[in-house]
C-alpha cells in the first residue's frame, strides 16, 4: 500500500491545527502519512500531535507551536521561516537540510534530533534539551545555544561563528573540525569534549568559568564599550546687530529778552 498524500489543494491556506487534524490519520504500511511536498502553511497551533510524521520538503512560515510534538517526525529539506516551537517535544526529528531561518527552539527537547547540514544561521536555541543531537555540518552562524543541553552532541564540520554558546554544557560533545571563529564559550561545560584543539578554540573567548579539556586554554571575552562620540560643539551664536538709532527731535523755542 503506497504512503497516503495529501493533495495541495486540500492543504493551501489550512491553518496549523487544521493540518495536524489533516496529518494524523493511521499510519499506512511502510510509514506515517505524508505531507505533500512544498506546502505552505502558517498559524498557531498549541498541543497538536504532529509525531511519526513524513513532511519532507514542508514549506512553514509565519507559524507558533506551543507543546507541540513532532517526535520522530521526517522534516528533511524543509523550509520553516519565523517558525517558533516553545516547549514543545522534537526528540528524534530529522531536520537534514532544512533551511530553518529565524527559527526559535525555546526550551525545547531536541534529544537524538537530526540537524545534518541544515541552515540555522541567527537559530535560537536557549535552554534547549539537545543532548546527543547531531549538528555535522549545519550552519549556526550567530545562533543562540545560550544554556542549552548539548552534553554528546555531534558539531563536526558545523560553522559556530559568532554563536553564543554561554552557560551551555558541551561535556563530551564532538567538535571536529567545527568553526569557532568568535564564539562565546563563556561559562560553558566543554568538559570531556571531544576533538577540541588549541587551534579552534584560538579565535573563540570565554570565562574564569569555561570548563575545557585538561591542556587547553581560552582567552577572555571582552566586554565590549560602546564609545559615542561627543557631538561638535555648535558655533557660537553671533551678537545681536545694535538697534537701530530712534528719530531725534530738535524743539526750537524762544529765549526771552
Do not use: W
Not at 502519512?33 to 511519526?52: F, H, I, Q, Y
Not at 535552554?127 to 547531531?134: E, M, P, T
Not at 555535522?136 to 552562524?141: N, R
Request: charged fraction near 20%; proline fraction near 6%.
Amino acid at each position: 500500500m503506497k504512503t497516503p498524500r495529501f493533495p495541495l489543494r486540500a492543504l493551501i491556506g489550512l491553518s496549523l491545527a487544521a493540518l495536524a487534524t489533516a496529518v494524523a490519520l493511521p499510519a499506512a504500511a511502510g510509514g506515517g502519512p505524508e505531507v505533500a511536498r512544498r506546502v505552505a502553511v502558517g498559524g498557531a497551533c498549541t498541543d497538536c500531535d504532529l509525531s511519526n510524521r513524513r513532511m519532507t520538503g514542508v514549506v512553514i512560515s509565519r507559524a507558533v507551536f506551543m507543546r507541540a510534538s513532532f517526535r520522530n517526525t521526517d522534516l528533511r529539506a524543509s523550509e520553516l521561516t519565523d517558525v517558533h516551537f516553545i516547549d514543545s517535544d522534537l526528540s528524534g526529528a530529522d531536520f537534514t537540510g532544512a533551511e530553518l531561518d529565524r527559527v526559535t527552539l525555546r526550551r525545547t527537547v531536541l534529544i537524538e534530533t537530526r540537524f545534518n547540514g541544515a541552515e540555522m544561521m541567527h537559530a535560537q536555541l536557549m535552554d534547549a534539551s539537545a543532548s546527543r543531537a547531531s549538528f555535522a555540518g549545519a550552519d549556526l552562524t550567530g545562533a543562540n545555544l545560550s544554556s542549552a543541553d548539548l552534553s554528546g552532541a555531534s558539531f563536526r564540520d558545523a560553522d559556530l561563528t559568532g554563536a553564543n554558546l554561554t552557560g551551555a554544557n558541551l561535556s563530551g560533545a564532538d567538535f571536529r573540525n567545527a568553526d569557532f571563529g568568535r564564539t562565546n564559550l563563556s561559562g560553558a561545560n566543554l568538559s570531556r569534549a571531544r576533538n577540541l584543539t588549541a587551534d579552534q578554540l584560538e579565535d573563540a573567548c570565554g570565562s574564569g568559568a569555561t570548563q575545557l579539556p585538561r591542556g587547553l586554554t581560552i582567552r577572555p571575552c571582552r566586554t565590549m564599550v560602546v564609545v559615542r562620540p561627543h557631538p561638535a560643539p555648535r558655533a557660537p551664536t553671533p551678537p545681536l546687530p545694535p538697534p537701530a538709532p530712534g528719530r531725534r527731535y530738535i524743539i526750537a523755542g524762544e529765549t526771552a529778552d
